[in-house]
Nanobody, 124 residues
Framework: QLVESGGGLVQAGGSLRLSCAAS????????IGWFRQAPGKEREGVAC????????HYTDSVKGRFTISSDNAKSTVYLQMNDLKPEDTAVYYC???????????????????RGQGTQVTVSS
């Protein structure tokens, strides 16, 4: 019900845009967020957007660099990532949450379901 795309290899300072295509029902009823997991590290919430009011939330390490947005007509959520750093390297997952608050509290485990993940690699 969630399909990510847009990952890849980029140099530090570069940009990537991730896309998360959702089913219409998922898009309308759940908050859609991103979390990431780097090798040997715990899952980390990245950003989330509420489907009802468009509110967004970001983890501190990506504020000012990443932007989450949604396209209602396409039932798709985007994560624009600018000024990428090597520490952003991870598998990025798109996931559906019951609420923005749920993502905030449990970004890595509080989702109802998630996509297959897309690799983002930032070289120094």
């Amino acid at each position: 019900q969630l399909v990510e795309s847009g990952g890849g290899l980029v140099q530090a300072g570069g940009s990537l845009r991730l896309s998360c295509a959702a089913s219409r029902s998922t898009f309308e009823h759940y908050a859609i967020g991103w979390f990431r997991q780097a090798p040997g590290k715990e899952r980390e919430g990245v950003a989330c957007i509420s489907s009802t009011d468009g509110l967004t939330h970001y983890t501190d390490s990506v504020k000012g660099r990443f932007t989450i947005s949604s396209d209602n007509a396409k039932s798709t959520v985007y994560l624009q990532m600018n000024d990428l750093k090597p520490e952003d390297t991870a598998v990025y997952y798109c996931a559906a949450y019951r609420s923005l608050a749920n993502w905030y509290s449990f970004p890595g485990d509080g989702h109802i379901y998630r996509g297959q993940g897309t690799q983002v690699t930032v070289s120094s």
